[in-house]
């Protein structure tokens, strides 16, 4: 389907940083605002962990607990609520990489847009771990803002 002609929720991709909550809030300064959108967080539970090493084809997301997602997309949510959005919580259990993640959700919600912030990283960072951001433009053909970078979240992510 056209992204010209979707209706259907904003994906708002939250991982508690604050170039995150800069992406929401400009997705509201530019029209967003009291559009329905889902924030979307993706986690892998400490107790499915397979460790750094678990495979580089494998879930990217951050390693913590059911009870600490929850708390990081309460904010995410309050967040976008506070932006104006008419924003609902999907906390995800990764199986697969973010990005895949993120695409998928977007097709399902026929998104009219997906809303990213970017995080810092130094060169080498960016080379090793790669970016869930350019994995998601080179993937989607709907549009995606790109804000950032914005500094580094919650949860310990190399710099």
């Known amino acids: 389907m056209s992204s ?37 967080f993706a986690f892998v539970p400490t107790e499915s962990s397979r460790g750094v090493l678990g495979g580089l084809s494998g879930p990217d997301a951050p390693i913590m607990s059911g009870p600490e997602a929850e708390t990081l997309i309460e904010r995410g949510v309050a967040v976008a609520r506070d932006a104006g959005f008419d924003a609902e919580p999907l906390l995800v ?37 790669g970016s869930v ?19 580094s979240g919650p949860y310990p992510r190399s710099e």
């Open 93 to 129: 259990t990764a199986e697969h990489k973010t990005s895949r993640i993120i695409v998928n959700l977007a097709e399902e919600h026929d998104a009219p847009l997906i809303v990213m912030g970017q995080r810092k990283r130094s060169g080498v960072g960016t080379l090793i771990l």
């Open 4 to 40: 010209e002609k979707s209706s259907g929720s904003m994906i708002l991709c939250w991982d508690g940083s604050d170039g995150a909550e800069q992406a929401i809030r400009h997705a509201a300064s530019l029209g967003g605002a009291e559009r329905r959108a889902v924030v979307m």
């Open 133 to 151: 951001a350019r994995e998601v433009l080179g993937a989607q053909h709907r549009p995606v803002l790109l804000v950032g970078p914005g500094s």
